[in-house]
């Protein structure tokens, strides 16, 4: 990820080589601005953010509760509209995209995985994968889910619900639900958060070979410094501006 303007970035790791690349810039920010009215109060959450992450980067973000950081994945993964400026990711301009196409934009771009797991109880492991391959219709959404719970170590584990997985086990689970539709970037807010040391870092090594294999974007948002020190490049923001 560069900053467009001043600044350098820090590189904390070495690309691989048998990575997978995919072309172009995956992620590119020009002068995005982001408020929010709190009461009489406006909350400038991001101010003028001008970035670049490249198609196949690896990148942390790192910054204080309030910093912003939660926002700009927001306006990354299209739940948000970015109020002043442009974001592209690849080939989508997020400031028109609307409706239907802003909704498959979602379903096959990007990728979440969050702190909290966002399982259903319900729903098996399977179960969970599969519903999330179910928003985009297509042949064998089982099969697929299978294949993607047995490439993250779960392949005991297929009719496992939640409440009988371990923390690691359960984040595992939304790391294959936020493969199953071959997103080209994966958000992953605070991934480690919930989790004992030594399962953050089986977890962090899951979605760096994962990364590396299939040449997706990985952004991870982090309060962790050797979570963050695992990254190419790590970016830290701190009152809505962006620090290289």
């Given at each position: 990820?560069?900053?467009?303007g001043p600044g350098l970035a820090s590189r904390g790791g070495v690309a691989h080589a048998s990575k997978v690349t995919r072309l172009g810039s995956a992620i590119r920010l020009q002068r995005v601005n982001h408020v929010y009215q709190s009461g009489r109060v406006t909350v400038e959450a991001l101010h003028d953010?001008?970035?670049e992450i490249p198609a196949s980067g690896y990148v942390a973000l790192t910054g204080p509760s309030g910093a912003g950081k939660s926002t700009?994945?927001?306006?990354?993964?299209g739940l948000e509209r970015p109020q002043k400026g442009d974001l592209f990711v690849g080939d989508h301009?997020?400031?028109?995209?609307r409706g239907d196409a802003l909704a498959a934009y979602r379903r096959t771009t990007i990728g979440f995985v969050f702190q909290h797991f966002?399982?259903?109880?319900l729903l098996s492991a399977r179960e969970n994968v599969q519903l999330a391959a179910s928003l985009s219709p297509s042949k064998g959404q089982r099969q697929r889910a299978e294949q993607?719970?047995?490439e993250v170590g779960l392949k005991d584990r297929f009719e496992h619900r939640p409440g009988q997985l371990s923390g690691g086990e359960r984040q595992r689970v939304a790391i294959a639900r936020a493969l199953v539709n071959d997103?080209?970037?994966i958000l992953a807010d605070e991934p480690t958060g919930n989790l004992d040391a030594a399962s953050g870092m089986r977890v962090l090594d899951l979605l760096e070979r994962l990364r590396t294999q299939r040449g997706c974007t990985l952004l991870v948002v982090t309060h962790n410094e050797a979570v963050?020190?695992?990254a190419e490049e790590r970016y830290r923001l701190d009152a809505g501006r962006l620090i290289a």
């Open positions: 990820m560069r900053l467009i953010i001008d970035l700009l994945l927001s306006l990354i993964g301009d997020l400031q028109q995209l966002g399982l259903l109880d993607l719970l047995d997103p080209s970037v963050a020190q695992r």
